[in-house]
């Protein structure tokens, strides 16, 4: 039960960070890629790919748990949810590399690479539909009401 609550609590954590990264990488894009804003937005980005990777973790016991506490357990709202939350896993995966790839150049006392924020706004952007997409799946596999 403990990871059904970890999953539905951190969860929110990355479906308001993915839009919020994506949103400070657009603002910051024209600023040096080894200043002090993107100093933090590469951390971010890799602290935002944890918590995709424990969200993602914790989701097969959260099905569990929730097929003893749903009635009727919406099989393929799981199977569709779990399907979009591994993509969602695997593009944050990958801007978490680039933050990674951000700071390795940075204590190498190079500067990062200037396609690197171009292609953080593609994955970003393209996750945030993804991720907001999972959430409403997510919603509905409790909320079969609303379908």
Same mark, same amino acid.
């Given at each position: 039960m403990i990871f059904n609550w970890l999953h539905i609590?951190?969860?929110?954590l990355a479906v308001i960070g993915t839009p919020w990264l994506a949103y400070r990488v657009i603002t910051q894009r024209r600023v040096p890629l080894d200043s002090r804003p993107w100093k933090i937005t590469f951390s971010w980005l890799i602290i935002l790919a944890v918590i995709n990777g424990i969200a993602y973790f914790t989701g097969p016991e959260t099905a569990d748990w929730t097929k003893q506490v749903l009635e009727s357990f919406?099989?393929?709202h799981v199977e569709n949810h779990a399907l979009w939350g591994r993509i +969602?896993? #695997?593009?944050?995966?990958?801007?978490g590399l680039a933050g990674v790839m951000g700071?390795?150049?940075?204590?190498?006392?190079?500067?990062?690479?200037?396609?690197?924020?171009?292609?953080?706004?593609?994955?970003?952007t393209i996750n +945030?539909? #993804?991720i907001l997409y999972t959430a409403h799946l997510g919603g509905l596999?409790?909320?079969?009401?609303?379908?």
């Open positions: 609590s951190i969860v929110h919406p099989q393929e +969602t896993f #695997v593009i944050q995966g990958i801007t700071w390795a150049s940075i204590l190498q006392d190079e500067k990062p690479e200037k396609i690197i924020p171009k292609i953080l706004i593609a994955l970003l +945030t539909v #993804v596999i409790r909320r079969t009401d609303l379908m």
